[in-house]
C-alpha cells in the first residue's frame, strides 16, 4: 500500500470487512518480524457504546487481532487513556475490550497508569507514554468524529491518548492544535485503520451518530484526517493542526494526489453532506477548556437553543482553566467555582449543564 492510498469498504460485517481491508492493504509485509511488538490504539474516549458515535467498533480491532494472528503475529498490546473525568478500565470494560482481550489473548494497557517520558519537539516539551516507546509496530484505530472544539478528530487527535492526564489538560492550555501537530512527529502510527461507521459528526462524545458502515485503512495520518474533513464537510483549513502537521512532515494534506478505492460496498451517501448543527458558541467564554468539560456543554447549549431559552441570557457563560481563580457571573465546571454562579463538577455532565442553565435563565427572567 502506498502513503498516498486510501482503502474503504462499505457494509455491516465489520470483522470480516476489516480482515478483507487489510488483507487489500496487507500491512503484515511492513512489521518486523513475528516477534514485534504491535501496540493498537483505539478511540475509547468515553465508557459509551460505538453505535453511540464516540467509540471505536471492537468489531474493527477483532478483525486486525485475527488478521495478525493468522499470520504468526501474537506480541500485541491494546493500549488507550480515556479522556480527562472517564476511567479508562471502566471504558476497556464498557465497550467490550476486556472480553477481546481475554478471547484472543491479547494485553490491554490504561495508559492514564503507564509511566511517561519527555521528548522535545521545536523547543517545546511534550510528556508521552512509555509504552509508546516499546512498540515496534502501531495501529491507530480511530473515528471518524466531528468535535465541538477542533471541528474534526480523527487520526491525528488520536494520538492524545498516548500522553497522561496532566498533558492532556496542558494541551488545552496550548490551544490544541500546535501540540496535536507536535505530538504526531515523535509518535508515528505505521498504519490506520479508521472507523467511519457510524461516528457522531458534530461531537467527540457521541450522541448523534451519522450511520456511514464505512471502514478506511492508510499510511498517512494528515491525509486520512484531509480527507475525514471532506466527509464531514469540513475545510481542513478550519482545522489548523492538519496544516501544522504537514509543516512538520508528518504527512500530507493534499487531496489532489489521493489514490482512494472503494473495495466493497456504495459510497454514496459519503457525497450527501449533513445539516449543520446549530451554532451556540456566541453564548460561551471559552478559555482553555478540557474536552470533556465543553463537549458537555454544547449539547447543553443547544436544547436551550431550541427551547428558545439561550437568547434569554444577559451573560456569557465562562469554562475553562484560564477562568481558575477569577470570578464573573455565570461559569461551568470546577474551574470557574469563583463566579457568582456555578454549575459544579470536573467535568459536570451534560444534564446537570441544562437543568444549572435552565434554572439560572428562568430565575433571571422571573
Not at 502513503?3 to 492493504?25: D, P, Q, V
Not at 464516540?54 to 488478521?67: F, K, L, Q, S
Not at 517520558?117 to 512498540?135: A, H, P
Not at 478506511?216 to 466527509?231: T, Y
Amino acid at each position: 500500500m502506498k502513503i498516498n492510498e486510501i482503502i474503504r469498504s462499505y457494509g455491516t460485517e465489520y470483522k470480516e470487512m476489516t480482515k478483507r481491508l487489510l488483507a487489500a492493504a496487507d500491512p503484515a509485509d511492513d512489521i518486523p518480524g513475528k516477534e514485534a511488538y504491535i501496540g493498537i490504539k483505539p478511540n475509547l474516549v468515553t465508557p459509551t457504546p460505538a453505535s453511540y458515535g464516540a467509540t471505536t467498533h471492537p468489531e474493527i480491532v477483532a478483525g486486525i487481532i485475527e488478521y495478525l494472528q493468522e499470520r504468526g503475529f501474537y506480541n500485541i498490546t491494546i493500549a488507550e487513556g480515556s479522556w480527562v473525568g472517564d476511567k479508562t478500565s471502566d471504558a476497556f470494560e464498557y465497550c467490550g475490550y476486556n472480553a477481546l482481550a481475554s478471547e484472543y489473548g491479547v494485553r490491554i494497557t490504561d495508559t492514564k497508569k503507564d509511566s511517561y517520558t519527555q521528548v522535545t519537539v521545536s523547543g517545546t516539551e511534550l510528556d508521552v507514554c512509555s509504552c509508546v516507546n516499546d512498540f515496534d509496530y502501531l495501529i491507530n484505530v480511530p473515528v471518524v468524529k466531528g468535535h465541538c472544539q477542533t471541528r474534526v478528530t480523527c487520526a491525528l487527535k488520536n494520538m492524545k491518548g498516548l500522553i497522561p492526564d496532566h498533558e492532556k489538560r496542558r494541551f488545552h492550555r496550548m490551544g490544541l492544535h500546535k501540540p496535536i501537530a507536535y505530538l504526531n512527529t515523535c509518535i508515528r502510527p505505521d498504519f490506520i485503520v479508521a472507523d467511519h461507521i457510524c461516528g457522531d459528526p458534530d461531537f467527540e462524545e457521541g450522541g448523534n451518530p451519522l450511520v456511514r458502515n464505512c471502514i478506511m485503512a492508510a499510511k498517512d495520518p494528515v491525509l486520512v484526517d484531509a480527507f475525514a474533513c471532506a466527509l464531514l464537510g469540513v475545510d481542513p483549513e478550519a482545522v489548523p493542526y492538519i496544516g501544522l502537521a504537514q509543516e512538520l512532515g508528518v504527512g500530507s494534506a493534499d487531496l489532489s494526489g489521493l489514490k482512494l478505492t472503494t473495495l466493497e460496498g456504495d459510497p454514496a451517501e459519503d457525497e450527501v453532506f449533513r445539516e449543520t448543527p446549530l451554532d451556540v458558541s456566541y453564548a460561551v467564554d471559552e478559555v482553555d477548556s478540557c474536552s470533556a468539560c465543553y463537549a458537555s456543554l454544547v449539547p447543553a447549549l443547544t436544547r436551550l437553543k431550541e427551547e428558545g431559552l439561550l437568547d434569554r441570557l444577559v451573560c456569557r457563560i465562562g469554562i475553562g482553566q484560564g477562568h481558575q481563580g477569577k470570578t464573573g457571573k455565570l461559569g461551568v465546571g470546577k474551574c470557574t467555582s469563583g463566579f457568582e454562579y456555578n454549575i459544579k463538577g470536573c467535568p459536570p455532565d451534560e444534564e446537570d449543564i441544562y437543568n444549572g442553565l435552565k434554572e439560572y435563565i428562568e430565575s433571571i427572567g422571573s
